[in-house]
């Protein structure tokens, strides 16, 4: 069994930064993509940033710029810096992996629980 846990979200002023960190755990060979999703209220899911085992990284016009996004391979970890937060990127913020659990099992894709960002004006 998989496990993903983030944390870091919380209420920052607009402005300012917050960290999150999502780390994985449990029956894991390999980890493929790692990304950070999120979700407004009243809108569909959204990815915000993607990066590959080797570090190569994409991610939304709304957040380059002000996010970054980085991972530590020795930890199964993927983070997410934000800076210049803005109201709009309120939301609950998802991680996401791509993990094989076996040498020989198909990649699958597991979700964290969520983590609530919200940004005041």
């Known amino acids: 069994q998989v496990q993903l846990v983030e944390s870091g979200g919380g209420l920052v002023q607009a402005g300012g930064s917050l960290r999150l960190s999502c780390a994985a755990s449990g029956s894991i060979d390999s980890i493929n993509a790692m990304a950070w999703y999120r979700q407004a209220p009243g809108k569909q899911r959204e990815l915000v940033a993607r990066i590959t085992t080797g570090g190569t990284t994409n991610g939304a016009d709304s957040v380059k710029g002000r996010f970054t996004i980085s991972r530590d391979n020795t930890k199964n970890t993927v983070y997410l810096q934000m800076n210049s937060l803005k109201p709009e990127d309120t939301g609950v913020y998802y991680c996401?992996?791509?993990?094989?659990?076996?040498?020989?099992?198909?990649?699958?894709?597991?979700w964290g629980q969520g983590t609530q960002v919200t940004v005041s004006s």
């Open positions: 996401y992996a791509n993990i094989k659990t076996t040498p020989w099992a198909i990649p699958g894709s597991y």
